[in-house]
Structures are given as C-alpha cells and as structure tokens.
C-alpha cells in the first residue's frame, strides 16, 4: 500500500480540473482498508473517498487523504428460482458491470447503462436513470466502517435510499467505505420501457421480441445524443436535482407558466424538470470564465475551456439566484461540492 503526496487528480474527476491530493491512496482489499486506518496519516488528516470523480467538484486542492477504493471483480454468488445473485467489487466500472448483466441476459440494471462512476459509488446516491434506480435490484453492500473497523453488511432497506439520496449522504456520509455490492437479477426480465422515448427508438430497432440488450442499446443511444461525453468535455453529469415541490406550487406557478411540465411523485408532491426552469431562464450556452451550461442539455454544467472549480460554482450560483427569483425554487446540487 503506497501512500502518494501532492498527486494529480487531474484523471480523476470528468470535470477534469487541475488539483492535487495532499495525500493519495489506492485499496485493492479490505486488508488494506484495516491496515490504513491504523496509519497515522489516516489519523491525522481529514479523508475523501473517491471513484471516478464524476460527481464531484473541486474548488481547491483537498488538502488530506483521498483514498480510492479498487476492489475488483464480478462473481455470481447465489442463485434462487428467479434470481441470480451478482456481486460486484466497489472499484468495477459500473458500465463493466451493466454489460456483463446484460450479456449474461441478467435483467434489472439494463436501464443504467452508460452511467459513467464506479460500483461502489453507486449506491451513494442511489444512481437512476430513464425509470429505474439502483435501489430497485440491490440486494445488500459491504462496507468498511473508518471510524471503528470492522466490515458491516447493510441491507437494501438500511440504506435509506430516495431520489439521489441514501444513508451515505445523511447520517453516515464519509463513514463507510462501500466495498462490495450484490444485486439481485432478474432470470426473466421483464423490459421497462415506458420512460421517454425509448419505446420510440427500440422501435426502430425493429425486433420482433426485444431484450435487454436491444433496451440498453437504446438508452446508449438517447444518453449519447444529449449528455456530452466527459471524455471530449468536462463535465458530472445533472449539475443539480430536479426539484420536487408540493402540488400547490405546482398549480400556483401554472398561472404565469401553462406550459410547465411536471410528473407526479408520492403524497401530493410533484418533480418538475430542473432543465426546463434553466432553459425558460435563457442560460442554455450560457458562459462564466471557462464554464458553461450546455447548449443540448441545460441541467448540465460543462468545463468548456480552462475552467476552475470556482468558475463552476459561480455559474451554478447565478443560476441558483434567478431560479429562486422567478418561479421561488430552490434548485439543489446533486455534484458533490468541494
Ligand atoms: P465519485 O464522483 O468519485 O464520488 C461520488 C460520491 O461517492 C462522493 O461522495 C464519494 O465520496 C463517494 N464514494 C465514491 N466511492 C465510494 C465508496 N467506495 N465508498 C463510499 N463512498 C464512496 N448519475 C445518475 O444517478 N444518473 C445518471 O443518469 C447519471 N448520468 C451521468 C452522466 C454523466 C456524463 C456524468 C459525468 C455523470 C452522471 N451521473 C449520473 C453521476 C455519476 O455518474 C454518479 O453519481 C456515479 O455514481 C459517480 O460514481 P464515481 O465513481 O465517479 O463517484
Ligand atoms: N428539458 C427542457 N429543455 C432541455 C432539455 C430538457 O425543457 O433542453 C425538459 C423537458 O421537459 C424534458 C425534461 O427537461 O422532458 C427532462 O429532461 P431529460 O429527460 O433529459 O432528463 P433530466 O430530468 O434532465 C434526469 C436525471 C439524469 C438521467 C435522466 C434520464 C436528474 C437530476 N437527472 O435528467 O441523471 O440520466 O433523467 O432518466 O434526476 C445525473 O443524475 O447526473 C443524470 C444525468
């Protein structure tokens, strides 16, 4: 286990902004992880976990030890009448791990395809997209408690997963290392279509009897048409959450706006698209310094040239300002800020 000083987390966050580590560490077992915390470098300095870094931003250098969890593998661990049991390392590429599902005909996560991170951040925000959410097919996590040692094993109903949230963000942020994650798999999955339009596109794939990989095919069809690529342009993803306000809000606000959309959520309350409260404003393509907000998808806040942390954030602000003035939402940041 080698600890690094003043490393580049330059490859490490898809905003891909220039600043460093005092401290960096990369975990390859739980071995390691109970061998750091005893270290005094992990005793003096505060932490960071990190993944991929594709939803955070850094405004400054992190000045202590980010620790990069690179537990590997995918084993089938359990299997029952209609379910395999997959268990995947926290360091895996959750792309890796959709594109062994779904070639394995394992059905539950075809639509979070093309979610860029890892698997062990993944349930930290209880990543979802086009219907369906990671809390839907996750079974358990292990994790490695930083504060006490010693694994622990949380269930699906422990995690307190929401919308973008979970235990991990509230009560126990920076606590647990997650190590593992085991999802349960459909054995015949059932095709979930209805969001959007990927009725539409898998349509024109014309095939007789789709399957999971004809719907992941189309959702990596529509997430390349409208989220840019962090690989050609920095950027992590929805820079904010869709707001979920009362219903009341909602019918108030109509008034001035007939044509706001909304979609109905639990207990009277309504999600209304972050991106189109951004777009009414004018800000598509909108530029502060180096930032911007994309012109294809506004909820997106992009690193278009030489950008720093602060010019994000200042971008992120001024949008959070006239939101607030206009239609009286507050717009939330789904990016972790540091
Ligand atoms: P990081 O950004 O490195 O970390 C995220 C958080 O998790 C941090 O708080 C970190 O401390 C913590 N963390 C990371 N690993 C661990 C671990 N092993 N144990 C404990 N804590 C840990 N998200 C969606 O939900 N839906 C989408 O459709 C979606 N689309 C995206 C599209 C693009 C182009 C991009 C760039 C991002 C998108 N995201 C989306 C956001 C991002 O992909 C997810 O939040 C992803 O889970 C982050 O993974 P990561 O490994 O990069 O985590
Ligand atoms: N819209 C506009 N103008 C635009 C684009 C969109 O008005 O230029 C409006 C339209 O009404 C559209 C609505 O916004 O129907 C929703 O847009 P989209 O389907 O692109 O989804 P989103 O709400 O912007 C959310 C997630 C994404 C996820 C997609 C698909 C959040 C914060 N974001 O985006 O997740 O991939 O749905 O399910 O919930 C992420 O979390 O990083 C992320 C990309």
Redesign the pocket.
């Known amino acids: 286990m080698d600890i690094f000083n003043d490393y580049s987390l330059q490859k490490l966050n898809t905003f891909g902004l220039n600043v460093t580590a005092k401290h960096f560490v990369e975990l390859s077992s739980v071995e390691q992880i109970a061998e750091l915390i005893k270290s005094n470098v992990f005793q003096n300095e505060d932490h960071l976990i990190i993944g991929d870094g594709s939803?955070i931003l850094f405004t400054k250098d992190f000045n202590g030890l980010v620790i990069k969890a690179n537990i590997t593998g995918i084993h089938v661990v359990k299997e029952d009448k209609n379910s395999f049991f997959v268990k995947a390392g926290a360091g895996v590429e959750w792309q890796d791990l959709v594109m062994s599902c779904v070639k394995a005909n394992f059905g539950g996560i075809e639509n979070l395809s093309l979610?860029p991170g890892t698997v062990g951040a993944a349930p930290i925000?209880n990543?979802?997209?086009?219907?369906v959410e990671l809390k839907n097919s996750m079974e358990a996590l292990e994790a490695y408690d930083l504060q006490n040692g010693g694994k622990r094993y949380f269930l699906n109903r422990e995690c307190n997963f929401g919308?973008?949230d979970s235990i991990f963000k509230n009560e126990l942020k920076d606590k647990f290392i997650i190590t593992n994650v085991v999802f349960r798999l459909s054995k015949i999955p059932t095709l979930n279509t209805e969001?959007?339009k990927i009725q539409e596109v898998l349509n024109t794939f014309e095939k007789k009897d789709p399957t999971i990989q004809d719907v992941s095919n189309a959702i990596v069809k529509i997430?390349q048409e409208?989220?840019p690529d962090p690989k050609k342009i920095g950027n992590?993803?929805?820079f904010?959450?869709?707001p979920i306000v009362p219903y009341e809000l909602l019918n108030a606000l109509k008034k001035s706006f007939p044509d706001m959309?909304s979609f109905d959520q639990p207990e009277n309350y309504v999600k209304i698209?972050?991106?189109?409260l951004?777009?009414?404003c004018n800000f598509?393509g909108m530029t502060y310094n180096g930032a911007a907000v994309h012109s294809?998808?506004?909820?997106?806040l992009i690193n278009k040239e030489n950008a720093n942390g602060q010019d994000i954030v200042h971008l992120s602000q001024l949008i959070q300002q006239k939101i607030k003035n206009e239609f009286g939402i507050l717009l939330e940041t789904?990016v972790r800020i540091i």
């Open positions: 939803n979610i925000q990543i979802g997209a086009y219907g919308y973008r969001y959007g997430r409208k989220l992590a993803g929805s904010f959450k869709n959309p698209p972050a991106a189109w951004i777009d009414k598509k294809d998808q506004p909820l997106v789904e």
